[in-house]
């Protein structure tokens, strides 16, 4: 029985299986969103911590599929009120299970570079990548770290 709360076996470097489900921000590409495995099915919300030209390296939880598919089709649905908007996209990041990973991307294909583990009691900002300071030091970190998994 697969493990609900880690990566899936497709998630690896070299590959893209992750279908857009729903774009949460982007810039020149999605920045925030909500992503899923195309083989599998297994929800990730990927958040932008750092970029560095067409390489991102993004901050990953899981949504359960329920949660993800409400939040799908609540804003889908459309709502003049900004503020109801962004209480539903919190409400479902409360709702993700961070994952222990960073996840390295290359934007322009995408192409997952690498995966890298987040060092030991480290706490990820939770602020938007808009609010850091962006200059390449978790890029570099990714790059330095990249592990094998699901190889």
Known sequence: MPDDSALCEHVRPGDWPLRADLVLDDHLGPTDALM?????????????LDWRGRERVMRMSLLAPEHAAGLIHDLGRGSCD??????????????????????RLDAGGPTILGLAPLPPDTRLPSVSWRELPCDGRWVDYARSNTAIVNG
């Open 36 to 48: 899923s495995c195309r083989l599998c099915g297994r929800v990730y919300l990927l958040e932008m």
């Open 82 to 103: 900004a503020a109801r908007a962004a209480a539903e996209i919190d409400h479902a990041r409360s709702r993700a299970r961070p994952l222990p990973w960073l996840l």
